[in-house]
């Protein structure tokens, strides 16, 4: 029975109850017939949580290429404006079933650890459901234990597991000084890493740097890993000229050098060299500091803009999604940042949204980061030291007075998102590495001219030599 069209804008309630009704019937009576993938990860739209953001657009393109999709997820508590979603959603080959997940102090580690842990424990009882029916399931590391969650199910019932691992714990909690590495803790989590590593199908990180360090840590998992990045829309995403950018006209940064960070202000990324930067330049009237986001970094970023009296910098919430994309555009030059302590243990995501848009890069990072090697072998941008101000104050004068080096910058950021890091890549990527572990004796689903739609096999993941 084919899905209800939604080419109605507006349906009347009854429509879509008829709608949500038939959708529901037909998940359930091709819930054993398809080859179906259960994704699991805490934070999903409408959260403003980046990862969350990707992953709905990863499912939504995975389903349209004939793949059953489930989301286990939870109600928005990382960032949001929307606290109530739907429960649960149906859509042509995608359920997303949201937890009524606790929010905790959603800014503070603690908080985060016990809204993991409650969500970890409401989603316990319908993941034994469905490894019954042998799906393939992927968790990610939101929460950070998810994991190991994810390796005690399979023990139980032997259900195939993919990782996809965002952050490096509990390395991310020891850089950060919150834990000591000879922590039993610590000593207690890696060594169930090292566990959960070895059964997975199959790991996936989001840089070569990540991979080196679970390698370290896991050599028998080196042979299972696979770097697969984070993407961006060019077609949603793109770059506009500033006059006809109504976020620009609003904001009021006509005529204005924007300087912008966008995304979460958490603790692995370094803001006091951005905000040295705007002190150095405080007296120039067309040099704008904008952060956009939050994060537990945020208060500090206030109250350092108000001590030194910085009157160039501006502060904004999230940006819806439909927002994003001129919000990005206004930016004359993109910060990237990571602290010293974070290298190999995150990626940040918000680069490819500044990529897709051909946005100068300014990354500031540790000089072993994976990111300066990036911005220096494509000609994107530039990379700067932990703390050193006073050169990125000086490229910031430079790019404002030669508007034609920005410009090739930006051109040459645009060329890499489309080279490296399109949705049809990732998506492909992500799909050959997915249908090697899916049951045989269970096909995609059939597509409009009969046939399942495959994967490109020249874009398969890439492969960390063992």
Request: aromatic share 10%; proline share 8%; net charge positive.
């Amino acid at each position: 029975m084919p899905f209800p069209p939604d080419n109605n804008p507006e349906p009347s309630r009854l429509k879509r109850i008829w709608h949500k009704l038939c959708r529901r019937w037909h998940w359930r009576a091709t819930r054993s017939r398809y080859s179906r993938l259960t994704i699991v990860s805490q934070f999903f739209p409408p959260d403003f949580a980046a990862t969350g953001q990707l992953l709905d657009d990863l499912t939504a393109r995975l389903a349209a290429r004939g793949l059953q999709v489930q989301v286990l997820t939870g109600m928005p508590a990382y960032a949001f404006t929307r606290r109530d979603a739907r429960r649960i959603e149906f859509q042509p080959n995608r359920c997303i079933r949201r937890t009524q997940a606790s929010r905790f102090w959603p800014q503070r580690i603690s908080g985060r650890a016990i809204n993991g842990i409650l969500f970890c424990c409401r989603i316990t009882l319908r993941l034994l459901r469905y490894s019954r029916r042998g799906d393939l399931i992927l968790y990610t590391t939101e929460p950070p234990y998810l994991p190991l969650l994810g390796w005690l199910l399979h023990k139980l019932t032997r259900t195939p597991f993919i990782v996809l691992l965002y952050d490096l714990y509990p390395d991310v909690l020891v850089e950060l000084g919150v834990l000591p590495a000879h922590h039993w803790l610590v000593r207690l989590w890696r060594h169930f890493n090292r566990w959960v590593f070895a059964d997975a199908q199959e790991l996936i990180v989001l840089s070569g740097a990540m991979a080196e360090r679970v390698s370290a840590q896991a050599p028998a998992a080196s042979g299972k890993l696979n770097v697969i990045p984070s993407w961006a829309d060019p077609e949603q995403i793109r770059p506009r000229p500033k006059p006809d950018n109504w976020f620009v006209r609003i904001q009021q940064l006509e005529g204005c050098f924007t300087v912008l960070y966008s995304g979460n202000q958490g603790r692995c990324h370094d803001l006091v060299t951005v905000l040295a930067a705007a002190l150095l330049l405080r007296h120039d009237p067309e040099v704008v500091f904008l952060f956009i986001g939050k994060g537990p970094q945020h208060q500090r970023l206030l109250q350092l803009v108000h001590d030194w009296g910085l009157d160039n910098c501006r502060f904004l919430p999230y940006q819806e999604l439909q927002d994003l994309p001129f919000s990005l555009a206004a930016a004359d030059l993109a910060l990237v940042t990571l602290s010293i302590e974070a290298e190999g243990l995150v990626a940040p995501s918000k680069l490819y949204g500044h990529l897709a848009v051909g946005t100068p890069i300014a990354a500031i990072t540790p000089a072993n980061s994976y990111l300066r090697q990036l911005v220096e072998q494509e000609g994107c941008g530039r990379w700067f030291a932990n703390g050193d101000a006073e050169a990125l104050t000086a490229w910031i004068r430079e790019l404002k007075a030669n508007p034609d080096q920005a410009a090739a910058c930006g051109r040459a950021a645009r060329d890499l998102l489309e080279r490296t890091a399109t949705p049809e890549i990732v998506t492909a990527r992500y799909l050959q590495l997915i249908e090697r572990h899916l049951p045989e004796h269970k096909p995609l689903v059939r597509t409009e001219n009969g046939q399942p739609e495959p994967s490109n096999p020249r874009e398969g993941a890439q492969k960390l030599s063992g």
